[in-house]
């Protein structure tokens, strides 16, 4: 990356993530020997993952508790509750 691109991306960096996660992400990829960038551009691949995972789950509870309430409502009107 040239040093107008990296000028650029630590300008949009600088202005996304909140100073206390990069100043976390400073040092978390200074250990592990790699750059801003990489870690970043990992991170953000795992937690968008994760996301789909999450909002799979969130949809399936949903329909299950609008299943369990239809069946509650059914249940109530026959044994009149």
């Not at 630590?10 to 040092?27: E, F, L």
């Not at 870690?39 to 789950?57: F, P, S, T």
């Not at 369990?68 to 409502?73: E, L």
Request: proline content about 2%.
């Amino acid at each position: 990356m040239g040093p107008f691109l990296h000028l650029c991306y630590t300008v949009r960096m600088q202005s996304v993530i909140p100073q206390s996660i990069r100043k976390q992400v400073a040092q978390e990829r200074a250990r592990l020997g790699i750059s801003e960038r990489k870690y970043v551009n990992n991170a953000l691949a795992h937690y968008r993952q994760l996301l789909a995972i999450d909002r799979e789950l969130e949809k399936e509870l949903t329909m299950w508790n609008e299943a369990s309430a239809a069946d509650f409502a059914t249940f109530a009107k026959k044994h009149r509750l």
